[in-house]
């Protein structure tokens, strides 16, 4: 699993997951094609982390079928609103039309998080 630092974001993977900073940047990931992946939270949230770990274990299973994103709460704090969130970490399926196809509020397994993505695909 990867070392989750809460300073700086310095624990986001950048290799494997897209930085949304604002909300252009997520509109253009929203935007990619296929099933993508959005993980909001806050680095100092504690079950956040634990779902960033679970979100950074599986990505090999999906076997780049799906992109995958992290959005930080203090760097986007209005993304909840236009998503309609109120508790985090929250874990978005996204379709290709841009369609939010599921919302996964909390911790979920990495074998539930498989599941869901993979009946997406």
Request: hydrophobic fraction near 40%; charge should be negative.
């Amino acid at each position: 699993m990867n070392d989750l630092k809460l300073e700086n974001q310095n624990f986001l993977d950048r290799s494997v997951f897209h930085e949304i900073g604002n909300n252009n940047s997520m509109e253009e990931f929203i935007s990619l094609p296929g099933i993508k992946v959005v993980l909001i939270s806050a680095s100092f949230l504690q079950p956040g982390r634990r779902q960033y770990e679970i979100v950074s274990d599986i990505i090999t299973d999906i076997d780049g079928k799906a992109s995958f994103a992290y959005v930080d709460l203090d760097l986007v704090p209005d993304i909840p609103i236009f998503f309609n969130l109120n508790s985090f970490p929250s874990t978005l399926l996204i379709g290709n039309e841009g369609t939010v196809l599921e919302v996964i509020q909390g911790v979920c397994s990495p074998n539930e998080l498989i599941d869901k993505i993979t009946r997406l695909i």
